[in-house]
């Protein structure tokens, strides 16, 4: 069994930053492709980034490129997503989610490729 922890999230105005983390426990050994996605309200739950664990190779979505940063903490089951320049457009609860698969191949923004979710952190862009 695999536990996602997504922590992190909260209100800042536009033009500003958050870092949220993902701890991961349980069984993760295999959890290799790890990723971040949000959910804004009447909206389809959006892939925004990927990380390879072992490897460290990361992908991003158009959408976020340039502006967020996903990152793994050595030698800890952790991801963090730093997210710079927000707009009032991020507005949504963000997830961390993970599946088992070389270098984060195959549908990696579909959200029906992962396995294990958190319960996600609620992020607010507003002035």
């Known amino acids: 069994h695999v536990q996602l922890v997504e922590s992190g999230g909260g209100l800042v105005q536009p033009g500003g930053s958050l870092r949220l983390s993902c701890a991961a426990s349980g069984y993760t050994y295999n959890r290799n492709c790890m990723a971040w996605f949000r959910q804004a309200p009447g909206k389809e739950r959006e892939g925004l980034a990927t990380?390879?664990?072992?490897?460290?190779?990361?992908r991003y979505a158009d959408s976020v490129k340039g502006r967020f940063t996903i990152s793994k903490e050595k030698n800890k089951n952790t991801i963090y997503l730093q997210m710079n320049g927000l707009e009032p457009e991020d507005t949504a609860m963000y997830y961390c989610?993970?599946?088992?698969?070389?270098?984060?191949?195959?549908?990696?923004?579909?959200?029906?490729?992962?396995?294990?979710w958190g319960q996600g952190t609620q992020v607010t862009v507003s002035s």
């Open positions: 990380v390879y664990t072992p490897g460290g190779y990361t």
């Open positions: 989610a993970a599946r088992s698969v070389p270098n984060c191949v195959g549908n990696y923004w579909s959200k029906w490729s992962y396995v294990n």
